[in-house]
T-cell receptor, first 115, second 114 residues
Framework: GDSVTQMEGPVTLSEEAFLTINCTYT??????LFWYVQYPGEGLQLLLK?????DKGSNKGFEATYRKETTSFHLEKGSVQVSDSAVYFC??????????????FGKGTHLIIQP | DSGVTQTPKHLITATGQRVTLRCSPR?????VYWYQQSLDQGLQFLIQ???????AKGNILERFSAQQFPDLHSELNLSSLELGDSALYFC?????????????FGAGTRLSVL
């Protein structure tokens, strides 16, 4: 079945450091890809998405590019802040008709930014 | 605030019991999804409803069931509870289906089975 693999961490960085969180996927077709973020005690929030190959999703300084050739969707940010500390989830959905679109998630990456 | 409301926030119960989790989707959203988040399994899709009809099933146990009512709110019923059912249960809603669809998540219900 479809699956998502991401580094689990925790990943600890200093403020203003460059961030990369790797995400690769396995799917039978061409899924849509997402990054969600979960702050402590809260639900998941969509951070960015890409629905086809070579699309770049971006939001709040975060970026990720849908790479079909490497089946990857790595999350990057040029300069992280303490407020970026959270758990980040990579996810995919395959649209196979019939309207079924439950998300398949990676295990999540816990990011800790130190001042 | 995503606009998705889940109640209760916390639930503590005993093994063998039955509980009901409730979800009110964002105004106008027709799709409702249920997910389970646990330490060992991570985030797993359980079930999806669209405008009252079941659309898809994921890793949902036979002891679990759900429904979506005419006013579009949804309930997840968990029965014969086991210790391993302790988890955070999320509801999400979305306005439509397809590649441009975005799911909006509630804050979750934390279930503790003792």
């Amino acid at each position: 079945g479809d699956s998502v693999t991401q580094m689990e961490g925790p990943v600890t960085l200093s403020e203003e450091a460059f961030l990369t969180i790797n995400c690769t996927y396995t799917a039978t077709g061409y899924p849509s890809l997402f990054w969600y973020v979960q702050y402590p005690g809260e639900g998941l929030q969509l951070l960015l998405k890409a629905t086809k190959a070579d699309d770049k999703g971006s939001n709040k300084g975060f970026e990720a590019t849908y790479r079909k050739e490497t089946t990857s969707f790595h999350l990057e940010k040029g300069s992280v802040q303490v407020s970026d500390s959270a758990v980040y989830f990579c996810a995919l959905v395959m649209y196979s008709g019939g309207g079924a679109d439950g998300l398949t998630f990676g295990k999540g990456t816990h990011l800790i930014i130190q001042p | 605030d995503s606009g998705v409301t889940q109640t209760p926030k916390h639930l503590i119960t005993a093994t063998g019991q039955r509980v009901t989790l409730r979800c009110s989707p964002r105004s106008g959203d027709l799709s409702v999804y249920w997910y389970q988040q646990s330490l060992d399994q991570g985030l797993q899709f359980l079930i999806q409803y669209y405008n009252g009809e079941e659309r898809a099933k994921g890793n949902i146990l036979e002891r679990f069931s759900a429904q979506q009512f005419p006013d579009l709110h949804s309930e997840l019923n968990l029965s014969s509870l086991e210790l391993g059912d302790s988890a955070l249960y999320f509801c999400a809603s979305s306005p439509r289906q397809g590649p441009k669809n975005i799911q909006y998540f509630g804050a979750g219900t934390r279930l503790s089975v003792l």
